[in-house]
């Protein structure tokens, strides 16, 4: 009896509504090649910047902006090379 009321109550008690992935967005660099942005103006999920940086002498690596949620107006994500990269690439937007 206790082992149905416990789960009768996690079916009820715990749900989540389903989130609708962030859509409509956009990336690209900001102001230099050391720098992007990400929006997105749909969905009710989350977002954020990505941005692949060139190292010189060592390997690249992707930095990420903060994750944000999709708001009207939308709001922007930055993602920034550190200062020893010498450029950005591949800028794009990463969603859950």
Partial sequence: MLVAGAAASAVLGFSN???AIPSSC???FHNTTLSSY???SVGT???RAVLWCDIPWGFDKAVYGRWLN???PPSLS???CPADARKG???NVERR
Avoid: E, K, L
Wanted: glycine share 4%.
């Fill in 89 to 91: 690439y591949s800028p």
């Fill in 45 to 47: 999920g989350q977002f």
């Fill in 26 to 28: 956009s990336f690209d």
């Fill in 17 to 19: 509504p389903a989130q």
């Fill in 70 to 72: 999709v708001t009207v």
């Fill in 78 to 80: 930055f993602a920034t």
């Fill in 38 to 40: 990400a929006t997105c």
